[in-house]
């Protein structure tokens, strides 16, 4: 159907047999990494392609809620770092005497070494009060968010540029230490390093702390419980 | 540092400079599809192949909370589409007069068209009452979510799938459609389906809906507001 939009429409179909492995190999190989940080710098233009990445994840009502806090400063770091400790030894006491001396045993962030920490932010009122998309679920632009994050940790695999997600701070912790404004929330708090080697699987499986689910488990045919597998 | 898992550790520096490439193009390229869809049939190997693209995306403690509710019912689809319309009739009356006739002119859905409607799911309780890395932060298992659904789109442009992702419905709605049990929670509403073309910019922006915005008005330096750009 012809439309004035129609001129903007192009050509889309499959990649060829290398570029999809390519994407697929970024996507299998993709690690959560905490001990692999080269001290290597981060130039900014590599860190720029990754922030461009990011910024091209889809967005509720194109609504791009993001923000990019890059952190280098030594000093922001140790406070984090300290934030992240104070979290944990909370979290520690949470689990079980059975699996607790796992965890206490398990590295869990790379604040200090990755020589750039990132922090994506959601602004929860950017766009205005009403946004195409979110009417019926707000939390669709922190979805968003995370779109941008697994853009950018795809391009940073293939970059060689290794990322870990730190998830274990206090509420306000982050908000405290970063300055952000009211209505600005962190949505992810990631390590970025240079890396020479990966895990060949997800650090916590080799560890023993638990293993991939099957995915025939989890497929179910119009509705839940329905012809699984 | 020697260690019993060293084992496990594999090289990763950077992809070559045609497979960055081809990580960068699904990313720039992707895009949210509503009108593209073609009727060819989604055959069920490509559809594992990006079922299992999701399935590798990182999750916090490796919860792996997702499942995949996979659609092909026409009936099904009919009343998720219904489910769509109650939900956007109250979504248009919600806009400005100025944004009104836009907003009721743009197609949000292809829920009929797709020959696949995917629901990816959370579920809240797997992993038990206490999961690595949630223990502050309980929204993570919801990112993570998040993160398969944008391997999943990623990997969908690479093998020429386009998908598009339907946020407006009242709550409880796809629950009942689906019958989700308590505890899982609908996360995304996906229509997948081939293309041969898709929109150069995001469809939003080719419309008039609203612009891009500027990467570097987006990026501060060791706190919010210090040295952007």
Redesign the interface.
């Known amino acids: 159907m012809p439309s004035v ?1 129609s001129a ?8 060829s047999e ?15 990494v905490r001990s ?1 940080f080269s001290p290597r710098p981060v130039d900014e233009a590599l860190l ?2 990754l ?3 990011a ?4 967005s ?5 809620p ?8 030594a000093a ?1 770091k140790a406070r984090v770092q300290a934030a992240f400790r104070a ?1 944990n030894a ?2 520690a006491a ?3 005497d059975t699996r607790r001396p796992l ?1 206490d045993a ?1 590295k ?1 962030e790379g604040i200090i070494e990755a020589p750039v920490n990132l922090c994506i932010t959601c602004d929860r009122n950017r ?1 205005g009060p ?1 946004v ?6 707000p ?2 632009d ?2 968003s968010t ?2 941008a ?3 950018l ?3 940073a ?4 540029v ?1 990322i870990g ?1 730190v ?5 306000g912790a982050l908000r405290e ?5 009211e209505g ?1 929330v962190p ?2 708090y990631l390590c970025l390093g240079h ?8 650090e ?4 023993g ?2 293993d ?2 099957a ?1 025939e488990t ?8 329905q012809g699984a597998g």
């Open positions: 939009f903007s429409l192009a050509p889309a179909g499959p990649f290398a570029e999809r492995a390519a994407v697929y190999r970024a996507i299998f190989t993709r690690r959560d692999q720029t392609r922030l461009t990445a910024h091209h994840a889809p509720v009502g194109f609504m791009q993001w923000d990019f806090v890059v952190i280098r400063d922001v979290a909370e979290a949470m689990f079980p965890y398990l869990l766009g009403v195409l998309g979110r009417t019926h679920a939390e669709m922190l979805f995370v779109c994050v697994q853009n940790w795809l391009a695999r293939a970059e060689g290794g997600w998830s274990i701070f206090r509420e230490i970063l300055s952000l404004p600005v949505v992810a890396v020479e080697a990966l895990h060949d699987q997800p916590l499986q080799a560890r702390w638990r991939r689910l995915l989890l497929i179910h045919r119009d509705g839940w419980g």
